[in-house]
């Protein structure tokens, strides 16, 4: 599996863009700026202007319970919450993003 890094900053069309460039199967987001409706939402509207619904978007960060409900509504795959593993998150990728696409 490889991971590419964007940087901080990113606009949603910019991580979009890097994710079609580099044929990436999932696209993760980290967000602790209480965003993350906004930004979540916005990458999935970019990925179905480029037809690009194929690529899952996942993430994590300071995200209140009651919001998940809605993020999965609009199309996030998983949300990770404090306290989530690196092995957790780990698993859950080799589980839902398929081999070939890794």
Excluded: C, K, N
Aim: charged content about 20%; aromatic content about 4%.
């Amino acid at each position: 599996m490889e991971v590419i890094y964007t940087g901080l900053h990113q606009t949603p069309e910019q991580i979009v863009q890097t994710a079609i460039q580099e044929d990436a199967a999932a696209i993760g987001l980290s967000i602790l700026s209480g965003a993350h409706m906004t930004l979540f939402a916005r990458v999935l509207e970019v990925l179905r202007e480029q037809h690009a619904e194929d690529i899952v978007v996942f993430g994590g960060g300071i995200i209140p319970d009651e919001d998940i409900p809605e993020l999965q509504r609009l199309g996030v795959a998983q949300i990770f919450t404090p306290g989530a593993t690196t092995e957790e998150i780990v698993d859950w990728v080799r589980a839902a993003i398929p081999q070939a696409a890794r």
